[in-house]
């Protein structure tokens, strides 16, 4: 075993090593844009990947994941370094590196007592408008310096508003000297805008931020060798490197380590690290081609030891970044090893081009940031939320004002708020909550027959109690079929849907099948399939269909495979059922979700029927098939010997044993008014089919057959299986001259 | 043996008492605590009628004090061997006190309760009986006499549930190595417990067994709350239990066992002690 896992690890090491160069020209813009955006030194960044790269590739538990500093931290950082020393830049660089340090303890602190579920506790449209308002703020900063423009201060707010001005001032003659700057930096920009556009092979080689660098350097030289003018960017403008880069660090100042102010930015940076780090490690997982599972606790811890080193040394904090992480799949990284190497990469570029990087107007830098802010605040999410609901829009955009106008931490607090007033509001009680919030609400077994995970969710489920859904969902191996019902639950929220549907993402890749049921009924705010679903009391109407849940939306699909016809609506007639002796007992409320084919010979639906009345009324859902046959075959029932559920006591019945047919006779149950017609109904060719299948409850009522398997509703793959024995079981039926044999039989025994 | 309250619940709380005397042919104690009146003694009296002739079969007791306390005693003097208490579902928080009167005469009985979620008039056939398979002592008492009442109510199936705590997979799932691990203990739990209730089954006489679907259903859940939630997944008609060791005020605060289950009743629940 351990022979092969160092085979594989040898055979892969080139495509890794290519991949880690790759994401580690990505790394040096980045790395010293992100610095400067946070105003610290510049080589900080670089520091941050390089250690963070090492250490995590080492110690981490993620298999494809580029580690290094990230965007969210930005606004934090700067925070931090501009106020903890009251406006002195290098003291609070200091103070920031030592609660960069402190905050690497918490981290390992988190990832130790496997605290990384409580990330689980932020509703999703609050997560989404935190990293907007974190975009924005880096937006409304760098694009002043992407027009040469470095002296601008203060708030967001006014930061966005002066944009025009500094734009403006450029064409003032006192500031010409750095136009050539700010063209730079619009040119940069472009670069990054118009780069997804081009499709050439060779262009495409370099990322975006390198193409910037090498045109930028190159520039430099032309000035330098062929140009008779002085290069026009003031050296102000250009990166600054420290000539000894490695042996000169800076040291952390601990003294203010127990000032209120510290203790804040510390619990800032372990929060919005963490974060980020587990929203990357998720979703680079669900790009990870081999689908392997990371062990995000040991990465935390992991990244918790960077940071700590990486503050040490003079480095901003180590997170785990998913623009970076996914650049190193596509460009075929497939385990640690390509992290481990980006770091050396960026140390030989760092000792090799040292001259080079000082070279870098930060005008160009500037501009991949604005860029990178634009898409994390894009117009697009503002979009996709306000499709999923107007009360996601609200949290969406309380939390973006409130973190703008505040700060990351009283911002994802207004933001948990919001929800949960929403919530109250949209239930129109805090009583669903307070009540159940402690209760434990899932309960999930392994069928027996046939290995189905089961998860019925109760009461309500949403951010606040997801950990515990979550928890029974990661113990599932994701090769298994699935099948979550929510029809005992009267709540269920965007956060968790949105989860659920990563759940069937991953359950797909990896060959199993995930199903979500029991949403069809919820009444929603929106038309989007995650929108918020509540169960309406009875007095509301209800609107099956006027929105498709996730399932509606494939059954619709499945209809179309066949180019069948699908209707979601309920439909109150349901005579042809009656008949059936299954149905005899019990009061069919309606269909809904009816998949018919062409001739209507077909028709598959989710009845609603309940049994008893009054008091001891019992509703029941199930999903059945009704073959028209058109003709006429004997009426019988057909079950598996010992299903209890769809026995039927009823006088004149008895088990009909098939004659040469001993085993099919001891495996089923086949009950009839007249054994004669049905035994000669039963053909060899039927009698193997039937044996040779799946077992289902089958019923005729003289010309129609209806099969079904289980009083619950099925899920989308029961349901194809379902269709695809009815198709085989009517081709064989079809086949069976019923008439000609009774006339035959009525022959030989008059 | 039934506690009485003039509630709209009187009349089906009567009827289902008459009819488990009936199956299990025996007598019943009907315990009404409060002042006797004749036109109280009459609507009861009217009720009984309506059912049966035999009055030999009925005792009423008319008492006053703590409910709790008159029906527990009056339970013991008369030698019981079963409380019936008609419980209400909980649909809002004016329910509660039914309830924690119940869940008073739960915890204190010395004999088997049973709780009746919706008594009803009519006969409701009995189908499908849930039983916990809990590794404890009374186990065996519990499936064994589960046994007895599926052949007197007439019950085709009958589940036990073997709960089994998450604690005891002793592997906590980080990755896909650990996921691994976890199934396959999962699996050696699963195969213990079922030989362990395989073992209770083989005790069962056979012709207890006759009729009945046995199944067994491991559930990796909370003790006491997987089964409650898992008899109203599946639709049971009886919920059968273990009796609570003992419950302190703990309990209430931070409950186990049985205590989701009379928090929130899945089906009707009989406690079996």
């Given amino acids: ?499 659920l549907i990563g759940y069937q993402e991953v359950f797909k890749k990896k060959g199993g099948s995930f199903e979500i049921t029991g949403l069809d009924k919820h009444g929603t705010a929106s038309g989007h399939p995650l929108a918020v679903r509540r169960l309406f009391s009875f007095s509301q109407k209800m609107k099956i269909g006027s929105s498709l849940t996730k399932r509606q939306e494939d059954l619709k699909k499945v209809a179309s495979n066949f180019s069948w016809n699908y209707f979601p609506k309920k439909d109150e007639d349901a005579t042809y059922l009656q008949d059936f002796i299954f149905f005899k007992t019990k009061k069919i409320k309606y269909t809904y979700n009816n998949i018919l084919n062409k001739d209507s010979s077909f028709k598959i639906s989710d009845v609603e029927f309940s049994e008893g009345e009054f008091i001891a009324q019992k509703i029941i859902k199930t999903t059945i098939l009704t073959i028209d046959l058109k003709k006429e075959i004997p009426v019988f029932t057909l079950d598996r010997e010992g299903l209890l559920e769809f026995i039927y006591k009823i006088a004149g019945f008895k088990d009909i044993s098939i004659i040469g047919h001993p085993d099919f006779s001891k495996r089923f149950y086949l009950l009839g008014e007249n054994s004669e017609r049905i035994q000669l109904f039963f053909t060899k060719e039927l009698v193997l089919f039937f044996e040779s299948n799946p077992y289902y409850h089958i019923e005729s009522n003289g010309d129609t057959l209806l099969l079904m398997r289980k009083e619950r509703i099925a899920s989308v793959k029961e349901i194809k299986e379902l269709l695809d024995f009815g198709v085989r079981l009517e081709k064989i039926i079809s086949k069976i001259n019923y008439n000609e044999l009774l006339l035959k039989s009525v022959q030989i025994k008059p | 043996m039934i506690g009485v309250a003039f509630s709209p619940n009187l009349k089906n709380n009567v009827y289902e008492a008459m009819r488990m005397v009936d199956f299990f042919d025996s007598k019943m104690v009907l315990v009404h605590v409060g002042k006797k009146t004749e036109q109280k003694e009459d609507t009861i009296k009217r009720l009984i009628s309506g059912f049966s002739d035999d009055t030999d079969r009925v005792k009423i007791v008319w008492r006053e004090g703590d409910p709790v306390r008159v029906i527990i005693d009056t339970a013991s003097e008369n030698n019981a061997d079963l409380i019936m208490l008609g419980a209400t579902p909980r649909e809002d928080f004016l329910k509660f006190y039914i309830g924690s009167i119940a869940r008073k005469i739960t915890r204190q009985a010395h004999c088997s309760v049973l709780l009746l979620v919706k008594p009803s008039e009519d006969l409701r056939p009995c189908h499908h009986i849930v039983v916990n398979g809990l590794k404890a002592e009374k186990t065996k008492q519990t499936i064994l006499a589960s046994f007895e009442i599926a052949q007197n109510l007439g019950a085709q199936q009958l589940t036990i549930v073997e709960e089994i705590s998450e604690q005891e997979v002793q592997v906590i799932i980080e990755d896909d190595k650990s996921l691994i691990k976890a199934t396959k203990r999962k699996e050696q739990l699963t195969e213990k417990e079922h030989s362990r209730v395989q073992k209770i089954l083989k005790a069962v006489p056979e012709d207890c067994k006759n009729d009945i679907r046995v199944k067994t259903q491991p559930i990796f859940g909370k003790r006491g709350y997987s089964i409650g939630h898992y008899a109203r997944v599946i639709g049971a008609d009886l919920l059968v239990m273990n009796a609570p060791k003992k419950t302190s005020f703990w309990d209430r605060l931070f409950p186990h066992d049985i205590e989701h289950i009379l928090g929130e009743l899945p089906t009707d629940v009989l406690i079996i002690r």
């Fill in chain 1, 1 to 499: 075993m351990e022979k092969i896992n160092t085979s594989k690890f040898l055979a892969q090491l080139p495509k890794n090593i290519f991949s880690g160069f790759v994401v580690s020209l990505i790394a040096l813009p980045l790395g010293l844009g992100l610095a400067l955006a946070s105003e610290a030194p510049p080589i900080s960044g670089i520091i941050a990947a390089i250690v963070g790269g090492i250490i995590v590739s080492i110690f981490g538990g993620s298999n494809v994941t580029i580690t290094g500093p990230g965007n969210g931290l930005v606004v934090v950082l700067l925070g931090a370094i501009t106020t903890l020393a009251n406006g002195d830049l290098f003291q609070g660089y200091l103070f920031t590196l030592a609660a960069i340090i402190c905050s690497g303890v918490l981290m390992i602190i988190i990832g130790f007592l496997r605290l990384g579920i409580l990330s689980d506790f932020f509703p999703s449209s609050a997560i989404q408008g935190m990293l907007a308002a974190i975009g924005i703020s880096i937006f409304a900063k760098q694009f002043h310096v992407m027009v040469a423009n470095i002296g601008a201060k203060g708030d967001t707010i006014s930061l966005l508003a002066t944009i025009p001005k500094s734009i403006y001032s450029l064409f003032l003659p006192e500031y010409n000297h750095l136009v050539i700057a700010a063209i730079v930096g619009v040119i940069s920009l472009l670069i990054m805008i118009f780069y997804g556009k081009i499709r050439h092979k060779y262009l495409r080689l370099i990322p975006a931020p390198m193409w910037i660098v090498l045109l930028v350097i190159g520039l430099s030289y032309y000035y330098e060798f062929f140009s008779s003018a002085p290069y026009p960017i003031a050296d102000k403008l250009l990166v600054q490197i420290p000539d000894k880069v490695f042996s000169n660090f800076p040291s952390p100042d601990f003294s203010s380590v127990l000032k209120p102010k510290f203790i804040g930015v510390v619990i800032a940076i372990t929060l919005i690290s963490s974060i980020e780090s587990l929203l990357s490690i998720k979703a680079v997982d669900k790009l990870d081609p081999e689908k392997r599972r990371s062990n995000t606790n040991k990465d935390l811890m992991a990244l918790g030891i960077a940071s700590i080193a990486s503050g040490f040394v003079g480095g901003l904090n180590v997170v785990t970044v998913i623009a970076r992480s996914s650049v190193n799949v596509n460009n075929g990284g497939s385990n640690r090893s390509a992290n481990f190497f980006h770091s050396i990469f960026l140390i030989l570029f760092v000792v090799l081009f040292q001259d080079q990087l000082g070279r870098i107007p930060l005008t160009a830098l500037a501009a991949i940031l604005v860029f990178t802010g634009y898409k994390l605040a894009a117009p697009k999410n503002l979009k996709g939320i306000a499709k999923i609901g107007r009360e996601q829009l609200i949290i969406f955009t309380a939390t973006i004002i409130a973190t703008i106008t505040t700060n990351l931490i009283s911002g994802i607090l207004i933001g948990i708020l919001t929800t949960l007033i929403i919530h109250f509001i949209l239930n129109k009680s805090a009583i669903l909550f307070a009540r159940n919030l402690f209760k434990p609400n899932v309960l999930m077994f392994k069928e027996e027959v046939n290995g189905i995970y089961f998860i019925s969710v109760k009461n309500f489920s949403s951010f606040l109690n997801f950990f515990k859904l979550k928890r029974n969902l990661d113990s599932i191996p994701e090769d298994s079929d699935v099948v979550i019902d929510f029809s005992l639950c009267d709540f269920v929220d965007y956060s968790v849907q949105e989860s």
